[in-house]
């Protein structure tokens, strides 16, 4: 950075004299010194002739630094715990009442295969492991959640948007994606297109190389798409079923807004996502990341979980993030202030909700000894008091 500002320093210098010579000519030619206007013409050639290398030198420095800069992740936020590992998130909240099972209730895997709701051999047989074949009544339930979630968001001032369900380069880089998560996302090299990982890419990048009005602001969105992730493959219940895949559903809530508001919205966001949970009946915790265990673009991040009775287990349902002013950075999102100051804006998302686990929670929970019942406020979506 001390190169850049000395190079800056030369150039700025420079250039200042080319300025002052060239109207200093004008001045000598008006009163008939010709030969000092002249010795002066030599000199701004020469001036001249310094700026070009300088510029590409300033160039090459700045390519360098950028490199360099966009390895480095987000500043977390003050109240963000200090730690390396999920084991050191911070409970912030636990509620809702975990259901009691029949003594004959099993895992979300068995059930789907048992009611013919999902399935994955066909699905690995079409595409690979980890691409989910839904049918029937499964797929018309993950239509049911997403349309429902899409309500939830939109009633509560959420725009609707659906977004192209691949990125160029630049978009990955500006949302942070690239270069930090290249390897976990699938890659369309003859185009140089990216599937994206999750809404939130797409969508943030409309604002893109957007300069904005501060009453435009807040900019509330929310849209569904099809995820696409290369996570690395394990073993054990964690990844069984639906608990991890690598082609899944989820709509997106995402805000862009003022820097002094990004704290508040971020709190509103949380309260959200708590309410649709509240919503489906599920019991859920927060959890607040530690400073190791947050995505590499997030100032602050709670995650939300649910309880899988079957399992006995919790499942992440959702990340709500504040992002503060690194991914608007990156894509030149800014504003306009009430004083005509030209600065970033913070941007922040959540999922509202990632549907393959929500699927996996609510069959669960909703099994009986006959079938598998729904949430009231899913009823009405799906024409019936079963899902089975």
């Not at 997403?146 to 691949?166: R, V």
């Not at 880089?173 to 797409?202: R, S, W």
């Not at 947050?294 to 349902?317: C, H, K, N, P, R």
Request: net charge negative.
């Amino acid at each position: 950075d001390d190169e850049r500002k000395q190079l800056q320093a030369s150039f700025d210098d420079t250039q200042s004299k080319v300025n002052a010579a060239s109207k200093e000519i004008g001045g000598l030619m008006a009163k008939g010194e010709k030969d000092k206007a002249e010795a002066l013409k030599n000199d701004v050639a020469e001036w001249k002739k310094q700026l070009d290398p300088l510029k590409v030198k300033m160039a090459e420095v700045e390519t360098s630094l950028h490199n360099t800069m966009v390895q480095f992740p987000n500043l977390p936020h003050d109240i963000v715990p200090v730690g390396k590992s999920p084991e050191e998130n911070v409970l912030v909240k636990e509620a809702g009442a975990k259901p009691n099972l029949h003594k004959d209730a099993v895992p979300h895997w068995d059930l789907i295969k048992k009611y013919n709701l999902v399935d994955f051999e066909t699905g690995a047989k079409i595409t690979g492991s980890g691409f989910p074949l839904y049918i029937g009544k499964g797929a018309k339930f993950q239509r049911v959640l997403a349309q429902y979630f899409l309500d939830f968001n939109t009633a509560a001032g959420y725009t609707e948007y659906l977004p192209p369900f691949m990125v160029n380069e630049a978009s990955a880089f500006a949302t942070g994606q690239l270069p930090d998560k290249e390897g976990q996302m699938y890659h369309a090299t003859a185009d140089n297109f990216y599937l994206i990982p999750t809404a939130e890419v797409p969508v943030t990048n409309i604002f893109r190389d957007t300069i904005l009005k501060e009453s435009d602001l807040p900019i509330k969105m929310t849209a569904y798409s099809p995820c696409f992730r290369r996570e690395a493959g394990s073993f054990g219940k964690e990844v069984r079923g639906l608990n991890r895949v690598h082609q899944f559903e989820k709509v997106e809530i995402i805000q862009i807004v003022p820097p002094e508001k990004s704290d508040d919205v971020l709190n509103e966001m949380v309260t959200h996502v708590e309410n649709l949970l509240i919503s489906l009946g599920l019991p859920y915790r927060i959890l607040k990341l530690c400073g190791g265990d947050m995505g590499f673009a997030s100032a602050i991040t709670y995650d939300f979980e649910v309880y899988s009775a079957a399992q006995q287990m919790w499942l992440e349902v959702s990340s709500v993030s504040n992002f503060q002013a690194y991914q608007t950075y990156r894509m030149k999102c800014r504003y306009k202030d009430a004083e005509g100051k030209t600065q970033f804006t913070h941007s922040l998302n959540g999922s509202s909700l990632a549907l393959p686990r929500i699927f996996a929670a609510i069959v669960e929970n909703y099994q009986t000894e006959t079938g598998i019942a729904l949430p009231k406020v899913l009823q009405p979506y799906f024409g019936a008091e079963n899902l089975v």
